[in-house]
Each structure stands twice: as C-alpha cells, then as structure tokens.
C-alpha cells in the first residue's frame, strides 16, 4: 500500500516523513527500514499487514507501570527498524536489509483482526512493539483507530524516532508510550545505533504535550552509558522536562546482537543508577532485568504506602479508582 507521510519530489524521487531520518529516495530505492520502497514515484509500505510477531502479554513487559497494571496487552509487530542497535535484542526481526528484493516477512493479518485477537483475549490494550511502530505506522494507525473505537487502549514501545507529522496523526488514538532513552550522549546514538539524540528528546517533549502518558527505560550497558554523571543528566531532563511523574525504567543490560564484547551490567550499577533517579526527584524509578529487586514496586510519593506489588509478573495492584493511594488518598500518576 502507498504511505501515509510522504512528499513527491522531482525526476521521481520521494522523501519519507515517517521518521526523522527523512529518507530520499531514487525510484527503486528503499528506506534504512528496510520497508519502504520508491516504486515509479510513489513510496509503498511493504509491510502493511505483515505480521512477524503476536503475543499477549502482561503490560508490564513492555514496560508500562502506569496503566491498568496486571492487565494484558495485545502485542505485535511487523519486520523492520530505523535504527540499527549494536545490542538490539529482536535484530533477527528488526535489522533487515534495505537492498531491494529483500524479502518481507509475516502472516497477513487486517486491523480488523487484529482487534478481534486482542477482546478474544481479553486484553485491555493493543501494544505496538517488538521493533519500531513507526516503520509500520500505517497499520498501527488503521489499527488503533478501530481499538480505541472498542474501548482497547494503544500503547507505542518506541526509540521515540518518529516525525513531527507522525506524533501528531497517532497522538489522538495514542494513550501511552515508552520510549527507550539509550543514552544522554549524541555520540553513543551515533556509533551505536546509526543516529542522534536530540530528536528522541524533543519527540518526547512533543508526546508528554499531546497528552500521550510517557514513560522511559534506558538500558544501562557497561562502560558506554553507564557513567553516572551521564546517567545524572538524563534523569534531570526526565524531571525537568518530562514532569517528576514520568516513570523510569534502568534495565540491565546482557549480551547479545553485535555487542558480546561485555558482561551483563553490575547489578549494584542498576541499583546506582535508580538512586540517581530518585535524587533527581523522579517520583517513579524501576529496575528492569534483575529479578529479586525491590525496585518493581510501586510506591506513593506522599506517604510511601506500596500501592502496586510485583514480583515478576504476578502483580497486585492496592491503588483505587481514579488512581487513589489508599493510604493517604494522594492521586498516584497514570491511567488506571
């Protein structure tokens, strides 16, 4: 099918508006995705309906804390990434060539279909995920518009490449993102994923101002991010130009794709790492990747009360309607 963002420019040449990497392309041409193709001056998507991966699984996975926690979230996903990690852990499904030819694989599966799996399931949300939404923007977009229609929520798992255009078509049926943050170094995006730093930080300051609730995980990977005046950085621009209340999720990084040259990360580096959220005022820090952590729970940020347990995936969640602390009625931030 023909894409959503594009413009047509001269001797039959396209620039993609997908993401920021505003790809031009000569006819014939693909996109750094890998699946995207200018065919005689029109970009085409091609894989629209190429389904690579569908799981339910817990919210919690994706990461999001923040929203009906323990409720179950239709995932999917499509071939194909615009970045192109050293460490990505899906790069068999993501980091595709972009020669022509290459083949796009996936089961057809409709928008339609992919909502009637979801309330089959009885999942509360579709999560757009595995690899990057935006490089199957437009199903994801046909999609959500027809689950927010059923009462689904939508939630992005994002590296937050996305363009200005996109946010702004996805943001009215969009409820949540997380968006990877892998660094506060424009080097390290550069070297290790083939791009920058600086639109993730402005696509997540346009999310939190169309009202997408937010939240955050940064893979603490040892000797490239994990300095802690680095790791200060990042949490003080999450508080001060995300909000306090925006969740952020430090996971632990372990080897894998094109990044074995290092061990998994130092578990008293992730626990560091956390203690720097908090000192920065962030009102909600989480540990990712090391199980037996205290660091899972949910806590009120007036009285401290546990309103949300987990351990693992087994999840109790104390907060009342409306996002209520039951211990001292503090309105706990999120979607519940």
């Not at 693909?30 to 190429?50: A, H, I, P």
């Not at 996903?77 to 060539?97: E, V």
Request: glycine share 8%.
């Amino acid at each position: 099918m023909e894409a959503y963002l594009y413009d047509k420019l001269k001797n039959s040449r396209v620039r993609c508006r997908t993401c920021c990497h505003f790809c031009v392309l000569e006819p014939g041409h693909r996109g750094l995705c890998g699946v995207r193709e200018n065919q005689d001056g029109r970009l085409m998507v091609l894989n629209y309906d190429k389904i690579i991966a569908h799981s339910v699984d817990p919210i919690e996975k994706k990461p999001i804390f923040h929203l009906k926690p323990g409720s179950r979230s239709y995932s999917i996903a499509t071939m194909g990434c615009n970045f192109t990690c050293r460490f990505c852990q899906n790069a068999d499904i993501a980091q595709i060539s972009s020669e022509p030819g290459t083949r796009i694989m996936g089961r057809p599966m409709a928008p339609e279909q992919i909502v009637d799996n979801a309330l089959a399931a009885g999942c509360q949300s579709i999560a757009y995920t595995y690899t990057e939404p935006s490089v199957f923007f437009e199903l994801a977009l046909d999609t959500a518009r027809l689950a927010k229609d059923k009462g689904l929520f939508n939630i992005f798992v994002t590296n937050g490449y996305m363009s200005p255009d996109l946010i702004r078509q996805v943001a009215p049926y969009l409820d949540a993102a997380n968006v990877d943050l892998k660094a506060f170094d424009d080097g390290f995006y550069q070297t290790f994923c083939n791009t920058r730093l600086t639109p993730v930080k402005e696509n997540l300051k346009r999310l939190k101002r169309a009202g997408v609730w937010v939240e955050v995980t940064t893979l603490v990977i040892p000797g490239l991010n994990d300095d802690p005046e680095e790791l200060t950085a990042l949490a003080g621009f999450i508080a001060d130009d995300l909000g306090p209340d925006t969740p952020w999720h430090v996971s632990r990084f372990h080897p894998t794709h094109r990044m074995t040259d290092r061990g998994p990360t130092p578990a008293d580096t992730v626990e560091k790492a956390w203690d720097i959220g908090k000192k920065a005022g962030l009102y909600y820090v989480y540990v990712g990747n090391l199980p037996g952590s205290s660091h899972q729970h949910t806590q009120c940020p007036h009285c401290d009360a546990t309103v949300v347990e987990r351990r693992g995936y087994d999840i109790v969640n104390h907060i009342k309607e409306n996002g209520i602390c039951p211990g001292c009625g503090a309105l706990i931030s999120g979607i519940y």
